[in-house]
Structures are given as C-alpha cells and as structure tokens.
C-alpha cells in the first residue's frame, strides 16, 4: 500500500523556521521525483519545490528561494523541506507528492498532475 505521512507542521512566529518531513513506504522511493505543494485557504495549491531521484537536481517557486531547502535520504525513505525566515504568507496546508520518472526537465515537476501519490498534508501556521 503506498502511503506518505507528512509531519512537523505547526504554529511559528514570522522569520522562524520549521521542518518538514514526508515518510514513504509500499513502493520504491528511490525511483519517484519528490515534490512539495501548499495550499492556503481560499487559493489555488501551488508549487512548492521538487527533488530528482538522487537529490542532485531541485527546483523551487521564486517565492521561497533562499529560504526553503528540499533534501531526500533514500535509504530512509523520507524527503525533508527545511523552511526557514518564514513569512505569513507561507501559511498553508504542505503536502508532500511522488511523480514518476518520466521527464527529463525537473520544470516539468512543478505541475501537480505530474504527481502520482500525495500525502495528507501538515498545517504551517506563520504568525505576524
């Protein structure tokens, strides 16, 4: 059974940090592309970043360069999304999403119908 858990969303103050993870299991993580989504209330889910097969290639939306780092340990089946000098406007459900490996552009993963299996999500809270 495929299944994402996402964990170590929360309430944070405006500049502070949190991280993100996303535990798979029931298939083989090592052969999916990994992204991040959000979603705030009211708007559109949004490309957050994304992560090829060995880590070594990211892409990111122009809003959270800089602050936002996205990682993967394979051989613990997770990917991490390491959040930092948040903003208020970062506030969302996160949710974490696997996409086979089909392109060869890691553009081509900032679009959600690209992914196959999400997760439930985590609320990020930032206060002002």
């Known amino acids: 059974q495929v299944q994402l858990v996402e964990s170590g969303g929360g309430l944070v103050q405006a500049g502070g940090s949190l991280r993100l993870s996303c535990a798979a299991s029931?298939?083989?993580?090592?052969?999916?592309?990994m992204g991040w989504f959000r979603q705030a209330p009211g708007k559109e889910r949004e490309f957050v970043a994304t992560i090829n097969v060995s880590g070594g290639s990211t892409a990111y939306v122009d809003s959270v360069k800089g602050r936002f780092t996205i990682s993967r340990d394979n051989a613990k089946n997770t990917v991490t999304l390491q959040m930092t000098s948040l903003k208020p406007e970062d506030t969302a459900v996160y949710s974490c999403?696997?996409?086979?490996?089909?392109?060869?552009?890691?553009?081509?993963?900032?679009?959600?119908?690209?992914?196959?299996?999400w997760g439930q999500g985590t609320q990020v809270t930032v206060s002002s």
């Open positions: 999403a696997a996409a086979l490996v089909i392109f060869s552009r890691m553009e081509d993963y900032t679009v959600a119908e690209r992914y196959s299996y």
């Open positions: 029931g298939w083989t993580f090592n052969r999916y592309i």
